[in-house]
């Protein structure tokens, strides 16, 4: 087995969203990682994958044939620029708009934008404002 490298945080290992149109939430979630500087992880023919998040077709092995729910997933973003940029480029990877790039009321520094993918989950980007984080991700090697 060759060497594989994880990050993750503190509570999710992964999610997985099952979707009717591959394709097309591929185009989305491509476009809008990429505008977060996160780069998909690996595909196959019914799935691809970006960090924890695991998405897959109706007819794959893991989703037994079932779509999943509506979803509300929010993404870090490193910057104001990094939301503009994710909201800009979803939009034009087919996703809807459920809130432009602006401040939030949740706490101060909140900055967030609003998508909804092709399968009308609710997908956003989010900048807490300045701080100062102790490592970029939690890194597994095995």
């Not at 939430?25 to 809008?32: G, L, Q, W």
């Not at 990429?34 to 690996?42: N, R, T």
């Amino acid at each position: 087995m060759e060497t594989q490298e994880l990050h993750r945080g503190r509570l999710i290992d992964h999610i997985q969203l099952v979707v009717r149109d591959l394709a097309a939430s591929r185009r989305f979630y491509e476009a809008v990682f990429q505008a977060l500087d996160v780069p998909i992880g690996g595909t196959g023919e019914d799935y691809f994958w970006c960090d924890e998040l695991f998405i897959s077709s109706a007819d794959s092995r893991a989703a037994q044939g079932e779509l999943t729910g509506r979803h509300h997933l929010a993404f870090q973003a490193r910057d104001h620029a990094m939301v503009d940029a994710f909201h800009k480029a979803g939009l034009a990877a087919g996703g809807k708009d459920n809130g432009a790039p602006g401040e939030r009321p949740y706490h101060p520094g909140y900055y967030a934008a609003f998508l909804l993918d092709p399968d009308g989950n609710n997908i956003e980007a989010v900048y807490h404002g300045p701080h100062r984080r102790s490592a970029a991700s939690v890194k597994i090697t095995f």
